[in-house]
C-alpha cells in the first residue's frame, strides 16, 4: 500500500522554506503559523463588528484592512482575555470558522516574548518555562542553603538581635543581586525597545500631530494600565473565567497582586535610602516606612495570587491557551512564596528557623530576578506598550479615512 498523499506533501519544498524565510525577514504573516490564525480571525472579526466596543482591541483592528506579523503582535498584546468576545461571538466553535480570539491572541503573546527576547537565544526559554522557572528555583534554593552552611555551619540558630546581615552580609547580598538585577532590566528594556519599534514603524515622534497628543495619551495609557481598564469584559461587570458567567474577582486578584508586588518593591527601595543616604541599617521596626509597605504589600501580594492560582485552576480551556498554564501557575505559585516566606521572616525574627528561612527567601527572590525577562513578568510591559500604541492611534487620524496620510 502506497503512503497517502498528504504524507508526502507535509515535508516542505526547498521554495516553500524560502518563501517563509522572505516572509519572516520582510514582517509578512507565515501560513500555518499563530499569526496567520489571528489574521483569519480579525478577517471575520472585521466583517462582522459586533465585538467592537468591548475592548481596545476591536476599534484598533478596525483601522486595518490587512494584518502583518507586527500589527498581530501589537493586537494580541492589547487583548486582557476577558473572553468576552468568545462568548458574544456568533462564529465561536464548534461553528466551522472557529473564531475564538483569545485562545488565538494567547498563542501569538506567547510567540510575542520569544521573538523579541533579548538576547535573542533565551527567547527559547520561554517555549518551556515551567522547566525554566523549576529549575532555576532549585538551583536558587540549593545555593542559598549551601551559603547558609558554608558561613554560619548550621540552618538553625537565632541571630543575635535578629539581624539578617549577620547571617548575609550587607555587600555580599548587594554583590549578588545587584548584577542579576541589572541583566533583568537591560534585557526587558532592550526586548521592549525592540518590540516599540516594530510596532510604530516609520513614526515621526517629533512631528507636530505626535507632540500634540503624546501627554494626553501617555496619561490615558497610564491610567488604563493601573486600573486594569481592560478586564472589566467591556461592559464593567468583569471577565469571563469558568464560564459564560461575569466575574470581577480576576481583576481584583491582579490589582492586589500588582500593587501588592508594587509596595514590596518600594520598601526594598525605601530601605535602601535608608541604608546608603540616612546611614539607617536594617532590620527595620514597625512603624518605620519599609516594615509598614513590606507588611501590606506581602499581605496583599499573598491574596493576589492565592486568588489568580485558583481562578487559573478553574479557568475554562477555550478561554486561553493551554501551553502558557505552566508559565502562568509558576510565575504565581513563585510570587506567593516570595511573600510567604517574607511574612514568615518576620515571625521567625530571632528565632533559631531564621537563618533557613532566610535561605529560602532570598532562594526564590533569586529565582525571580533570574527569570524575570524570560517569563510570565514581561507581559505586563509588552502589554503596557501596547496600550501606549493604542492611546497615541486613536487620536491621529485613520489611514482608511479619504486624504489621511
Same mark, same amino acid.
Given at each position: 500500500?502506497?503512503?497517502? @498523499?498528504?504524507?508526502?506533501?507535509?515535508?516542505?519544498? *526547498?521554495?516553500?522554506?524560502?518563501?517563509?524565510?522572505?516572509? *519572516?525577514?520582510?514582517? @509578512? +504573516?507565515? &501560513?500555518?503559523?499563530?499569526?496567520?490564525?489571528?489574521?483569519?480571525?480579525?478577517?471575520?472579526?472585521?466583517?462582522?463588528?459586533?465585538? @467592537?466596543?468591548?475592548? /481596545?482591541?476591536?476599534?484598533?483592528?478596525?483601522?486595518?484592512?490587512?494584518?502583518?506579523?507586527?500589527?498581530?503582535?501589537?493586537?494580541?498584546?492589547?487583548?486582557?482575555?476577558?473572553?468576552?468576545?468568545?462568548?458574544?461571538?456568533?462564529?465561536?466553535?464548534?461553528? @466551522?470558522?472557529?473564531?475564538? +480570539?483569545?485562545?488565538?491572541?494567547?498563542?501569538?503573546?506567547?510567540?510575542?516574548?520569544?521573538?523579541?527576547?533579548?538576547?535573542?537565544?533565551?527567547?527559547?526559554?520561554?517555549?518551556?518555562?515551567?522547566?525554566?522557572?523549576?529549575?532555576?528555583?532549585?538551583?536558587?534554593?540549593?545555593?542559598?542553603?549551601?551559603?547558609?552552611? $558554608?558561613?554560619?555551619?548550621?540552618?538553625?540558630?537565632?541571630?543575635?538581635?535578629?539581624?539578617?546581615?549577620?547571617?548575609?552580609?550587607?555587600?555580599?547580598?548587594?554583590?549578588?543581586?545587584?548584577?542579576?538585577?541589572?541583566?533583568?532590566?537591560?534585557?526587558?528594556?532592550?526586548?521592549?525597545?525592540?518590540?516599540?519599534?516594530?510596532?510604530?514603524?516609520?513614526?515621526?515622534?517629533?512631528?507636530?500631530?505626535?507632540?500634540?497628543?503624546?501627554?494626553?495619551?501617555?496619561?490615558?495609557?497610564?491610567?488604563?494600565?493601573?486600573?486594569?481598564?481592560?478586564?472589566?469584559?467591556?461592559?464593567?461587570?468583569?471577565?469571563?473565567?469558568?464560564?459564560? /458567567?461575569?466575574?470581577?474577582?480576576?481583576?481584583?486578584?491582579?490589582?492586589?497582586?500588582?500593587?501588592?508586588?508594587?509596595?514590596? !518593591?518600594?520598601?526594598?527601595?525605601?530601605?535602601?535610602?535608608?541604608?546608603?543616604?540616612?546611614?539607617?541599617?536594617? &532590620?527595620?521596626?514597625?512603624?518605620?516606612?519599609?516594615?509598614? *509597605?513590606?507588611?501590606?504589600?506581602?499581605?496583599?501580594?499573598?491574596?493576589?495570587?492565592?486568588?489568580?492560582?485558583?481562578?487559573?485552576?478553574?479557568?475554562?480551556?477555550?478561554?486561553?491557551?493551554?501551553?502558557?498554564? &505552566?508559565?502562568?501557575?509558576? !510565575?504565581?505559585?513563585?510570587?506567593?512564596?516570595?511573600?510567604?516566606?517574607?511574612?514568615?521572616?518576620? $515571625?521567625?525574627?530571632?528565632?533559631?528557623?531564621?537563618?533557613?528561612?532566610?535561605?529560602?527567601?532570598?532562594? +526564590?527572590?533569586?529565582?525571580?530576578?533570574?527569570?524575570?525577562?524570560?517569563?510570565?513578568?514581561?507581559?505586563?510591559?509588552?502589554?503596557?506598550?501596547?496600550?501606549?500604541? $493604542?492611546?497615541?492611534?486613536?487620536?491621529?487620524?485613520?489611514?482608511?479615512?479619504?486624504?489621511?496620510?
Amino acid at each position: 500500500m502506497s503512503l497517502p @498523499e498528504t504524507t508526502h506533501q507535509s515535508v516542505p519544498s *526547498l521554495a516553500t522554506l524560502t518563501r517563509q524565510a522572505r516572509a *519572516l525577514a520582510s514582517g @509578512e +504573516v507565515v &501560513p500555518g503559523t499563530p499569526e496567520a490564525e489571528v489574521a483569519r480571525q480579525l478577517q471575520i472579526c472585521n466583517a462582522c463588528r459586533y465585538c @467592537e466596543g468591548f475592548c /481596545a482591541v476591536f476599534p484598533a483592528m478596525t483601522r486595518r484592512l490587512d494584518f502583518g506579523k507586527a500589527d498581530i503582535h501589537y493586537l494580541a498584546n492589547l487583548c486582557h482575555n476577558c473572553g468576552a468576545c468568545l462568548h458574544a461571538c456568533q462564529y465561536a466553535p464548534p461553528h @466551522e470558522f472557529a473564531v475564538n +480570539v483569545p485562545q488565538s491572541m494567547a498563542k501569538v503573546r506567547l510567540q510575542t516574548y520569544a521573538d523579541y527576547a533579548w538576547p535573542p537565544a533565551l527567547g527559547q526559554l520561554y517555549q518551556r518555562n515551567g522547566l525554566t522557572l523549576s529549575l532555576a528555583v532549585a538551583a536558587a534554593l540549593a545555593f542559598f542553603m549551601l551559603l547558609t552552611l $558554608w558561613l554560619k555551619d548550621t540552618l538553625w540558630r537565632a541571630p543575635p538581635l535578629g539581624d539578617f546581615y549577620s547571617i548575609f552580609p550587607h555587600n555580599l547580598m548587594v554583590a549578588l543581586f545587584a548584577p542579576v538585577f541589572l541583566f533583568a532590566v537591560l534585557a526587558l528594556t532592550l526586548g521592549l525597545r525592540r518590540f516599540w519599534r516594530e510596532i510604530t514603524p516609520g513614526h515621526d515622534y517629533a512631528a507636530p500631530a505626535l507632540q500634540a497628543v503624546q501627554a494626553a495619551a501617555a496619561a490615558e495609557a497610564t491610567h488604563d494600565v493601573l486600573r486594569l481598564k481592560y478586564l472589566d469584559g467591556g461592559h464593567g461587570e468583569g471577565c469571563n473565567n469558568a464560564d459564560d /458567567a461575569w466575574t470581577l474577582w480576576r481583576r481584583r486578584f491582579h490589582h492586589a497582586t500588582f500593587y501588592g508586588f508594587v509596595l514590596c !518593591f518600594a520598601a526594598t527601595s525605601v530601605a535602601t535610602l535608608y541604608h546608603y543616604v540616612a546611614g539607617w541599617t536594617a &532590620p527595620y521596626d514597625l512603624p518605620s516606612l519599609p516594615k509598614l *509597605l513590606g507588611a501590606v504589600g506581602g499581605v496583599s501580594l499573598l491574596i493576589g495570587t492565592a486568588g489568580l492560582y485558583w481562578l487559573n485552576l478553574r479557568r475554562h480551556p477555550q478561554h486561553g491557551d493551554a501551553a502558557q498554564k &505552566p508559565m502562568d501557575l509558576g !510565575f504565581i505559585a513563585l510570587l506567593f512564596f516570595i511573600s510567604l516566606t517574607g511574612l514568615g521572616l518576620w $515571625w521567625a525574627r530571632g528565632t533559631g528557623a531564621m537563618p533557613a528561612l532566610l535561605a529560602l527567601h532570598l532562594g +526564590v527572590v533569586m529565582a525571580l530576578f533570574l527569570t524575570l525577562p524570560y517569563g510570565k513578568f514581561a507581559h505586563g510591559f509588552f502589554r503596557s506598550a501596547a496600550l501606549l500604541k $493604542w492611546a497615541l492611534e486613536k487620536r491621529l487620524p485613520s489611514k482608511l479615512q479619504p486624504g489621511a496620510d
